[in-house]
């Protein structure tokens, strides 16, 4: 069954206002009350931080002296580190201190600054607050909906998820800030050999439960929240073969760095037409061998790519089976998405974000069977990142061989999506053999595929499971991770603070 067809999803944009900062509080007038951080003389002027009235945080003791600093002034350019280091004060041109909250801390080696956020994959920092406040934005909140979004154009499409009828465009074509929806958009490149970055930047990115988005382009999939991110609905970067293209940065049959090798034919005069199947895709599993003879079958493609995901990269192909009619190509990898909160990222108990590859093709009449695709990437990073839903990048099944049977070997299912079981194989036609299962949870490598006596055409093998990485100073997993945490394929780390 067409996987698209299993998906309900949606993104919405908030329209919380917001100063396009990471949060800064500063007050401004005369002190009316008692200051933040206690001063140790008497004021002679107004205080950098000051207030109008009571503030939620309240002050410590009045002033009894003067100030270390006093408040008439300060020579421009200047800066210090206040607030036990929670914030940085700057000396403008007018000769009084300026303050800037420190969301990572304030450092004082070599001068004093704030500490800033290393985001990975994109070297300009400013694509965390390009969104803005939409402007002319209404998405429906009945129904089922599907955002299709185009990583090579930046153009946004609604559906109706129930009847894939068009709806509205979101976001027209184009790079930069789109107005009317507050969305921007950029390119990114990662440098030769690895795909390209399609950037979408939101004030706050909300997916609610009866929505789903996905890439509908060649480049991998980047998301980027200034404030929080919620994911209620779901986030798709995985099986595309119905589409006739690997969307999302991942590979086509036999293509990626992990790719399963095409099975062979027999030489004619062997006791047989005997055709090898493709061997299973690799990624952060390795995938597993397709069946046949040690001289026909296609060989397992083997795991690649840091676990930090930098480059951002997606899953790779499955063999091809042997033989001389169509329909046996290896299953293509799955993509990669990248999902960025400059506060909360939450995938609640309703969310599920895929990158799972795709079956091998099932094999005709005398051809072997496609091996399965490797499941692609996952990349959560933000300061705070909670789990409670489905994280999933399972690799494909390899499809079954057909021989002397009408209707040939079926398919590998596709990498299941909400789900940490295996991608079961195809089923064989006639004397041929099955295909090898996806990846399960656990271990993260796809299945040699079965290779019995008696078998004429055989099966491909399984993919192995993708790459899912989670970045940020708390992170917590309520929900459910496929590879499971434990595994090569998955892997987490704090952010990268300097």
């Known amino acids: 069954m067409n996987t698209r067809y299993l998906l309900q999803c949606a993104l919405a944009a908030s329209l919380a206002a917001c100063g396009g900062t990471l949060g800064s509080t500063g007050d401004a007038g005369t002190d009316t009350a008692t200051d933040v951080t206690g001063d140790t003389g008497t004021d002679t002027a107004t205080d950098v931080t000051a207030d109008t009235d009571d503030d939620m945080d309240t002050d410590v003791p009045v002033d009894t002296a003067t100030d270390v600093d006093t408040d008439t002034g300060c020579t421009p350019f200047d800066a210090r580190c206040i607030s036990d280091g929670a914030q940085l004060e700057v000396c403008n041109g007018s000769g009084t201190w300026d303050v800037v909250d420190c969301r990572f801390g304030c450092d004082t080696a070599p001068d004093p600054h704030c500490r800033t956020w290393a985001i990975s994959n994109l070297p300009d920092p400013g694509l965390l607050t390009a969104g803005a406040l939409p402007e002319d934005l209404t998405l429906p909140d009945t129904g089922n909906y599907w955002l299709d979004l185009d990583t090579d154009t930046g153009e946004i499409a609604l559906y109706d998820a129930d009847t894939w009828a068009f709806m509205e465009t979101v976001r027209p074509e184009g790079v930069?800030?789109?107005?009317?929806?507050?969305?921007?958009?950029?390119?990114?490149?990662?440098?030769?050999?690895?795909?390209?970055?399609?950037?979408?930047?939101?004030?706050?990115?909300?997916?609610?439960?009866?929505?789903?988005?996905?890439?509908?382009?060649?480049?991998?999939?980047?998301?980027?929240?200034?404030?929080?991110?919620?994911?209620?609905?779901?986030?798709?970067?995985?099986?595309?073969?119905?589409?006739?293209?690997?969307?999302?940065?991942?590979?086509?049959?036999?293509?990626?760095?992990?790719?399963?090798?095409?099975?062979?034919?027999?030489?004619?005069?062997?006791?047989?037409?005997?055709?090898?199947?493709?061997?299973?895709?690799?990624?952060?599993?390795?995938?597993?061998?397709?069946?046949?003879?040690?001289?026909?079958?296609?060989?397992?493609?083997?795991?690649?790519?840091?676990?930090?995901?930098?480059?951002?990269?997606?899953?790779?192909?499955?063999?091809?089976?042997?033989?001389?009619?169509?329909?046996?190509?290896?299953?293509?990898?799955?993509?990669?998405?990248?999902?960025?909160?400059?506060?909360?990222?939450?995938?609640?108990?309703?969310?599920?974000?895929?990158?799972?590859?795709?079956?091998?093709?099932?094999?005709?009449?005398?051809?072997?069977?496609?091996?399965?695709?490797?499941?692609?990437?996952?990349?959560?990073?933000?300061?705070?990142?909670?789990?409670?839903?489905?994280?999933?990048?399972?690799?494909?099944?390899?499809?079954?061989?057909?021989?002397?049977?009408?209707?040939?070997?079926?398919?590998?299912?596709?990498?299941?999506?909400?789900?940490?079981?295996?991608?079961?194989?195809?089923?064989?036609?006639?004397?041929?053999?099955?295909?090898?299962?996806?990846?399960p949870g656990e271990p993260d490598v796809g299945q040699t595929a079965p290779s019995p006596p008696g078998c004429y055409n055989y099966g491909g093998g399984g993919g192995g499971g993708g790459r899912i990485r989670v970045n940020g100073n708390t992170r917590t997993y309520d929900g459910d991770v496929s590879p499971h945490t434990g595994t090569p394929s998955f892997s987490e780390a704090d952010l990268v603070i300097s």
Request: proline share 4%; net charge negative; with cysteine.
């Open 176 to 439: 930069g800030l789109d107005t009317a929806s507050g969305i921007h958009f950029a390119i990114v490149s990662q440098g030769e050999g690895h795909p390209f970055l399609g950037v979408f930047s939101f004030q706050e990115l909300v997916v609610p439960a009866n929505y789903g988005l996905g890439a509908a382009g060649l480049n991998a999939l980047v998301l980027v929240s200034e404030l929080s991110a919620t994911i209620d609905g779901g986030v798709f970067v995985g099986c595309t073969m119905w589409a006739g293209a690997s969307y999302g940065g991942g590979s086509g049959s036999s293509e990626g760095p992990g790719a399963g090798t095409d099975g062979t034919s027999a030489p004619t005069g062997t006791g047989g037409n005997y055709d090898g199947g493709g061997g299973g895709a690799g990624y952060g599993g390795g995938g597993g061998d397709g069946a046949g003879t040690p001289a026909i079958f296609g060989a397992h493609g083997t795991p690649y790519g840091a676990p930090g995901l930098v480059p951002l990269t997606g899953g790779s192909g499955g063999g091809n089976g042997a033989g001389s009619a169509g329909g046996r190509a290896g299953g293509f990898g799955g993509g990669a998405v990248m999902i960025v909160s400059g506060n909360v990222l939450a995938v609640s108990a309703t969310g599920w974000i895929d990158a799972g590859g795709c079956g091998g093709q099932g094999a005709a009449d005398n051809e072997g069977g496609g091996g399965g695709g490797s499941g692609g990437a996952i990349l959560l990073e933000a300061p705070e990142v909670h789990v409670a839903g489905w994280l999933t990048a399972n690799g494909g099944g390899g499809a079954g061989g057909g021989a002397g049977g009408p209707g040939g070997g079926t398919s590998g299912e596709d990498g299941h999506l909400m789900d940490d079981t295996a991608a079961a194989g195809g089923l064989a036609g006639g004397y041929g053999c099955e295909g090898g299962d996806g990846n």
